[in-house]
């Protein structure tokens, strides 16, 4: 796509505010390290302690912390490692960590099975998939989002001016709508497809473009796309800017999806540091749920989540939706299971992978004897 000055303008004002829940492919360099070969072997299962209502305070560690390097996505659904790095949960339980920015999971795969790669907040794309198919033992441990209800985190976004033109999903016949990852496969590509064959539509109904999100509100404001699957907080920003209007939430579609997990490598699913740190990320996504759905320290969380994503305007935070964050730790499987049909379905997987191979509850199921479950 030919992008005018002014597009590219438009572009720099977006970057800002960033915040993809990695379902963009393709990811930024990790911190180079020398490789650790993989050790294949099961994480052994570790013995929870007495269940407790809530963790007391811990002095600071003497011992020199352990450090674990994370690769994140700098977006606010990254919120229960940054609010469990600033309010020092991690250092309670002597751990420093190391993060990077990742743009998506397909890359840091290679960096996970080798150790440089301790933990990554990612999606499951068809790349990961492949990759478990190939006898890389990396394990998805716990939610890092989800769609959940009345939060609607990602959206169908339609141009304003055609707006009135589209009142139901078969009105996008003959349309041209943006998707990030609908040629390598998502989990917001595969609701999309879904929701178009419900309507009695397939692709070749439409014609889609593979775009990254902030090339999306370009693309609407230039008016090359009618319609987008948009993020946010992207889509509050082209909401305010006039370019286009929330035609219908995804949460309305396919409510609590499962869009990206927490996943460990291999050598750190093995150590101490791997319980630990669960019981530190679920503090974090704790507090994080108490201040967005109890309103209880919602104002000071804020800072916390604007420094971790980047986001300049303040302001964004009391009009966007959220990413919904498991305070159990939780995965929607069933959901999963879905995305993993539409895979092999578009012919990305040959197969589909056991998720009980996949997935791993242990360090959760650690972290919750220590917490107890979380109340509503």
Not at 325 to 332: K, M, R, S, V, W
Not at 343 to 358: I, R, S, T
Request: charge should be neutral; proline fraction near 6%; hydrophobic fraction near 45%.
């Amino acid at each position: 796509m030919k992008i005018s000055e002014w597009c590219k303008d438009q572009v720099q004002i977006l970057l800002a505010a960033i915040v993809s829940i990695a379902v963009i492919v393709g990811c930024s360099q990790p911190p180079a390290s020398t490789p650790t070969p993989v050790d294949s072997s099961k994480p052994a299962a570790q013995k929870p302690v007495a269940q407790e209502s809530k963790p007391a305070a811990q002095p600071k560690p003497t011992a020199a912390p352990a450090t674990v390097v994370v690769a994140t996505s700098a977006a606010v659904s990254d919120a229960g490692i940054a609010i469990a790095e600033a309010r020092g949960y991690l250092e309670q339980e002597g751990i420093k960590v190391e993060k990077f920015v990742v743009k998506g999971g397909v890359d840091v795969i290679g960096s996970m099975a080798t150790g440089e790669v301790d933990v990554a907040g990612i999606a499951a794309t068809p790349g990961f998939y492949n990759a478990t198919m190939r006898d890389v033992p990396i394990k998805i441990v716990a939610d890092k989002s989800h769609l959940a209800p009345g939060q609607p985190f990602m959206s169908l976004m339609v141009r304003k001016d055609i707006a009135g033109d589209i009142k139901e999903v078969r009105d996008l016949k003959g349309k041209t709508v943006a998707v990030n990852a609908i040629e390598t496969g998502s989990a917001g590509s595969s609701i999309f497809l879904r929701v178009l064959k419900a309507a009695g539509l397939s692709l070749s109904d439409i014609k889609t473009v593979d775009l990254a999100f902030p090339e999306m509100n370009v693309a609407m404001g230039n008016k090359s796309i009618d319609a987008a699957v948009q993020i946010e907080p992207l889509a509050t920003v082209g909401i305010n800017q006039g370019i286009f209007v929330r035609w219908k939430g995804f949460d309305e579609f396919s409510p609590n999806h499962q869009i990206s997990g927490l996943f460990y490598s291999p050598k750190f699913a093995k150590t101490e540091a791997a319980n630990k740190f669960m019981l530190a990320y679920l503090r974090g996504v704790r507090d994080f749920n108490d201040g967005l759905n109890k309103k209880k320290g919602w104002n000071e969380i804020v800072p916390i989540l604007q420094e971790s994503a980047a986001i300049k305007d303040s302001a964004l935070f009391d009009k966007m939706a959220y990413a919904g964050l498991n305070p159990d730790g939780q995965l929607n499987i069933e959901s999963m299971n879905e995305d993993l049909k539409s895979y092999v379905e578009q012919g990305f997987l040959k197969e589909k992978p056991d998720l009980n191979k996949v997935i791993d509850l242990q360090f959760v199921e650690y972290a919750i004897a220590r917490l107890g479950k979380y109340q509503k």
